[in-house]
């Protein structure tokens, strides 16, 4: 199984490349940051309407078709945004546009494919619970290596290096191994709604849209931090912290033995971040910015994780991977979102106005997720509708 994780992280080290090195490619061209905001929410914005899609497209179809064409796509996606030279706005917004709307769904594909690989479901939770964790290796190298590539060899450069390692990514998962290549989903009678017909699952969405707000203020937040107290490179150190400490989270997540159901421990795990944003209001020294990050990031994967677990039971069967590309799409969203408020609230109320966002959104998801328990007690899964001449006889 390590061949498998190792080739589906490598494709998705886009996740934590391409943020970072669309905001310093258009730096690097004098764009300011209102204009990024705007690129970044467009890009968020395609990448979350895309995976639903191409989740629903994997469920009927399997995985490697749809992961081998939208690879191809996005890649030309990064290719004309260098192509542009960053002058051109129109160019840069179809670019990213195009390579957003089509990056490969590899998360969703890896966690609908554990079932399958996986014999027994609490083998499924402790993968759940390590993708989780050993996701955020993407945000701790993948912005390490914009810094390095644009220092390096320029910032285009770096831009192609993240289209690069999605395709070779992407190439050695879905091509080499047989349990990717034979998948399938199970069998369901279709509906429009997929698996958005759980009540849980659309709370769940909702409150995810909060965590990616913080996430994309985040990413704006670093890059003017680094401009504020004049140390290049420290954005990406920034966000590798966050990252390396969301891992640790992750790790002491995955051996708790947990008593208390995901549906009641999420609202407790969302709000805690907050702290750690919340004390960057008062733009510290980067010394104890670097502390009050990782204070923040300890929360991320132990929310992911048990995101997972609350979807692998309350969706309808035949649907996961469209389920687990709703909450990419959710983080996305709230990623782009957050982005593009950030950009405005830098230009206008400067650099502490922009911490205030995810302390905020950091709260309203947490008092989303208050209201899952009672959903959730509603039954596991949501039986599969029946065809209509079924129903009415």
Not at 24 to 30: E, I, Q, V, Y
Not at 157 to 163: K, S
Request: glycine fraction near 14%.
């Amino acid at each position: 199984m390590i061949p498998l994780f190792a080739a589906n992280f490598l494709g998705r080290m886009t996740g934590g490349m391409a943020p970072l090195g669309i905001t310093l490619f258009l730096r690097s061209h004098d764009h300011g940051f209102g204009f990024i905001g705007l690129v970044l929410a467009v890009y968020q914005l395609s990448s979350a309407t895309g995976g639903p899609l191409l989740g629903r497209a994997v469920d009927r179809f399997g995985q490697v078709p749809v992961l081998c064409g939208s690879a191809l796509g996005a890649a030309a996606g990064y290719v004309l945004l260098v192509g542009s030279g960053g002058d051109n706005r129109q160019a840069a917004l179809a670019a990213v546009m195009l390579a957003g709307l089509l990056a490969p769904p590899l998360e969703p594909c890896l966690r609908s494919l554990w079932p399958n690989v996986l014999a027994k479901p609490e083998l499924v939770a402790t993968a759940y619970a390590l993708d989780a964790s050993l996701q955020e290796i993407i945000f701790i190298v993948g912005p390490l290596l914009i810094v390095l590539a644009g220092e390096l060899a320029g910032q285009g450069t770096a831009l192609l290096l993240t289209a690069v390692l999605m395709l070779l990514g992407t190439a050695a998962y879905a091509l080499p191994h047989r349990a990717v290549r034979a998948w399938r989903g199970l069998p369901h009678q279709p509906d429009w709604a997929g698996p958005l017909r759980s009540t849980v699952l659309r709370r769940f969405v909702l409150a995810m849209v909060g965590v990616g707000v913080g996430l994309g203020a985040l990413n704006i937040g670093t890059v003017a931090y680094e401009e504020h107290v004049g140390q290049p490179g420290l954005s990406g150190v920034l966000l590798g912290t966050f990252a390396g400490s969301s891992l640790v989270g992750g790790l002491v997540y995955g051996v708790v033995r947990w008593r208390i159901a995901p549906a009641g421990r999420l609202p407790w795990l969302m709000s805690g971040s907050s702290l750690g944003f919340a004390l960057m209001i008062s733009v510290p020294r980067p010394a104890l910015a670097l502390v009050l990050t990782a204070a923040a990031g300890l929360f991320l994967s132990p929310v992911m994780a048990c995101g997972f677990s609350l979807i692998s039971e309350h969706v309808p069967n035949g649907t996961a991977t469209e389920a687990f590309a709703w909450m990419a799409t959710a983080v996305t969203a709230g990623n782009a979102l957050g982005a593009y408020l950030a950009g405005l609230a830098v230009q206008q109320g400067g650099l502490r106005a922009v911490f205030v966002l995810p302390v905020v959104a950091a709260l309203a998801a947490a008092l989303v997720a208050l209201t899952l328990g009672r959903a959730a007690r509603g039954g596991p899964r949501l039986p599969e509708p029946r065809p209509v001449s079924e129903a009415v006889r």
